[in-house]
């Protein structure tokens, strides 16, 4: 089966950058979209097609895709972001594969 | 605006059948993808399968395979994952979400929480 790893956690500092990774074999041939999840509330999905942003969510969010790993940066973190990140493929046989998860914590 | 709006909390017992709904407006929903996914306390997403309400096409993740059935009725835009024989490892929210044409899922339904305890 299809599987997407990403670190448990991240912290960052306000203002400053944070970078989460999520592997996978072969992750730059697929499409990678992004979602975070703050408590208590359904995923909103922040980049798509690897480095596309949905309106409505901020230009601090970009992404990146290349070989076996697609990176969402936050530029200028805000303590709004802090929340959990997930990555998301499709895979032919597995169908929508996700990430482990990543808490963002702003410090 | 594009809304999926699911059923709400379910308290099963064991052993118990069960069937969920979430329900689009906003967009013509015979011609895109619905998808189940799986949040059990404290974890991550699980993927558990997709359907074309246009003709009831579902497939589903080998982990879920056998396990819940996904359906649809067009007529009230809605889908539905059901259970035969509910578990207590069945316990989670359960989310909807439509897949759009690059494979991303957006919007989400609000979750729809099922508690199963004898």
């Known amino acids: 089966s299809y599987e997407l790893t990403q670190p448990p956690s991240v912290s960052v500092s306000p203002g400053q950058t944070a970078s989460i990774t999520c592997s996978g074999d072969k992750l730059g041939e697929k499409f990678t979209s992004w979602y975070h999840q703050k408590p208590g509330q359904s995923p909103v999905l922040v980049i798509y097609q690897d480095d596309k942003r949905p309106s409505g969510i901020p230009e601090r969010f970009s992404g990146s895709n290349s070989g076996n790993t697609a990176t969402l940066t936050i530029s200028g973190t805000q303590p709004m972001d802090e929340a959990d990140y997930y990555c998301?493929?499709?895979?032919?046989?597995?169908?929508?594969?996700f990430g482990t998860g990543t808490k963002v914590t702003v410090l | 605006e594009v809304h999926l709006v699911q059923s709400g909390a379910e308290v099963k017992k064991p052993g118990e059948s069960l069937k969920i709904s979430c329900k689009g407006s906003g967009f013509l929903f015979s011609t895109y993808w619905i998808a189940w996914i799986r949040q059990m306390p404290g974890k991550g997403l699980e993927y558990m399968g997709i359907?074309?309400?246009?003709?009831?096409?579902?497939r589903y993740s080998p982990s879920f395979q056998g396990q819940v059935t996904i359906s649809a009725d067009t007529s009230i835009s809605t889908v539905y994952l059901q259970w035969r024989s509910l578990k207590a490892s069945d316990t989670a929210i359960y989310y909807c979400a439509r897949r759009k044409d690059l494979l991303e899922f957006d919007p989400w339904g609000q979750g729809t929480l099922v508690t199963v305890s004898s």
């Open positions: 998301q493929a499709w895979d032919s046989s597995a169908g929508g594969v």
């Open positions: 359907i074309y309400p246009g003709d009831s096409d579902a």
